[in-house]
Nanobody, 127 residues
Framework: VQLVESGGGSVQAGGSLTLSCEVSNRASRSYCVAWFREAEGKEREGVAGRHTGTGNTYYADSTKGRFSFSQDKNTLYLQMNSPKPDDTAMYYC????????????????????????WGQGTQVTVS
């Protein structure tokens, strides 16, 4: 599986920005596809996850209600609405075979080590 992100850049707080991730060489099986982010000096954290088989989508508590994760064929999108300076980070899309890890069945709880496929990342700066 190959993942290529795009769409990062600078955005003002309260604005909006949409990231894209092109997925290729994906076998006919179900994956958990996800967005992670890594701010300077912090660990990589999950932002949102989506199961390709069911379309079920999960958000981390920090992004729920502000970010929207969607998919159109082989392209994943992360729409960032009303971003805050704390959302400044390198954003990565990732994939793993199987289901997404959640907490309470609703909140995305995926961790870095369980994902096998990663994009190169795209920088988002909120000011």
């Amino acid at each position: 599986v190959q993942l290529v992100e795009s769409g990062g850049g600078s955005v003002q707080a309260g604005g909006s920005l949409t990231l894209s991730c092109e997925v290729s060489n994906r076998a006919s099986r179900s994956y958990c596809v996800a967005w992670f982010r890594e701010a300077e000096g912090k660990e990589r954290e999950g932002v949102a996850g989506r199961h390709t088989g069911t379309g079920n989508t999960y958000y981390a508590d920090s992004t729920k209600g502000r970010f929207s994760f969607s998919q159109d064929k082989n392209t994943l999108y992360l729409q960032m609405n009303s971003p805050k300076p704390d959302d400044t980070a390198m954003y990565y899309c990732a994939a793993k075979i199987g289901v997404c890890r959640t907490v309470r069945g609703t909140a995305f709880a995926g961790v870095r080590d369980e994902f096998d496929f990663w994009g190169q990342g795209t920088q988002v700066t909120v000011s």
